[in-house]
């Protein structure tokens, strides 16, 4: 014969969540954890920029960085990426517009710049790497290569991001979650053009002056 236990009044086991949970704005919590992953990002871009402050001088007899840099390419490189941006800023206008076709024709040409960015990019690491002044080299250079790059590669996943969201934007139009889409694209692609002016500022700039 069976017998039931009964749970004694007041000991029921305890609820840890909230039973009237009230609603959230749609997208809210997209464009939060959207912005904690920028500050993560914040905070990986000042180690590696607090290490080529330390490191940016140590050339162990190697080139330095007035030997190395060409700073017309590294302006034109520059000029890329800032077109990007702007050009992006067009797409999120006709977005606001609801016009699906310039959106799609402005992320485009955002592409391209972008894809002409790395290109240039590229053809700089290869010639250092040419030159013999590769990541191995000195301490310098293998700050230069890890800061540098982790941009670049920044840049290539949002290069892949852009595609992406293209694909989405001409199957689906513009609906609210692909607008929010665009909208987290936008605050990762201008947070590059910044990262990227402190790199040819910090970097380039008074690097050459040394």
């Not at 905070?43 to 001088?57: D, K, N, P, R």
Request: hydrophobic share 50%.
């Amino acid at each position: 014969m069976s017998t039931m236990t009964q749970t004694p009044p007041g000991t029921e086991n305890p609820v840890f969540y909230d039973l009237d949970e009230h609603e959230h704005p749609p997208g809210h919590s997209t464009m939060l954890g959207f912005w904690l992953y920028l500050m993560s990002d914040c905070l990986i871009f000042a180690m590696l920029f607090a290490a080529y402050g330390v490191y940016g001088g140590s050339y162990a007899g190697g080139p330095t960085a007035r030997e190395l840099f060409e700073l017309p390419l590294v302006a034109v490189n520059t000029t890329m990426l800032l077109l990007s941006s702007i050009t992006y800023g067009f797409a999120m206008i006709s977005a606001d517009e609801r016009k699906r076709g310039a959106v799609l024709s402005w992320l485009a040409i955002t592409a391209l710049f972008g894809a002409a960015f790395l290109a240039i990019e590229l053809y700089e690491f290869s010639n250092l790497i040419h030159e013999g002044a590769g990541p191995q080299r000195s301490a310098f250079l293998s700050s230069f290569f890890t800061l540098v790059g982790t941009h670049g590669l920044h840049v290539t996943f949002g290069l892949i991001w852009l595609g992406t969201l293209m694909v989405q934007v001409s199957r689906r139009g513009l609906v609210d979650a692909n607008l929010r889409r665009l909208q987290c694209l936008s605050l990762f692609w201008h947070f590059l053009d910044v990262i990227w002016i402190g790199v040819f500022t910090f970097v380039y700039l008074l690097g050459v002056l040394r």
